[in-house]
């Protein structure tokens, strides 16, 4: 089994930056892909981004050129960096991990409100 403990949510102006953290623990060995979902009250959830364990990366249209998905292997651990936040980004942040080749864990989920 895979745990995942979100961070970093909260309250920020237009514009402004966030940097979410999910931190892995248990059978760690085993985590391939990690990453990120989200979603806004009312809408279905999406995909915002994710890494692999080899370090490739890949983004939906609506986050690309904004946010980042750095992630360190050695802490277990896989950020969002989100800048030139919008309006429209403003959702429930969900990360996950993909492990044992077929199963995925999901974290709690943190809030993020952009809004002046």
């Known amino acids: 089994q895979v745990q995942l403990v979100e961070s970093g949510g909260g309250l920020v102006q237009p514009g402004g930056s966030l940097r979410l953290s999910c931190a892995a623990s248990?059978?760690?060995?085993?985590?391939?892909?990690m990453g990120w979902y989200r979603q806004a009250p009312g809408k279905e959830r999406e995909y915002v981004a994710h890494?692999?364990?080899?370090?490739?990366?890949n983004y939906a249209g609506s986050v690309k050129g904004r946010f980042t998905i750095p992630r360190d292997n050695a802490k277990n651990t896989v950020y969002l960096q989100m800048n030139s936040l919008k309006p429209e980004d403003t959702a429930v942040y969900y990360c996950?991990?993909?492990?044992?080749?077929?199963?995925?864990?999901w974290g709690q989920g943190t809030q993020v409100t952009v809004s002046s």
């Open positions: 248990g059978s760690i060995f085993s985590i391939g892909a």
């Open positions: 996950y991990a993909d492990y044992l080749g077929s199963a995925r864990a």
């Open positions: 890494i692999t364990s080899g370090g490739s990366t």
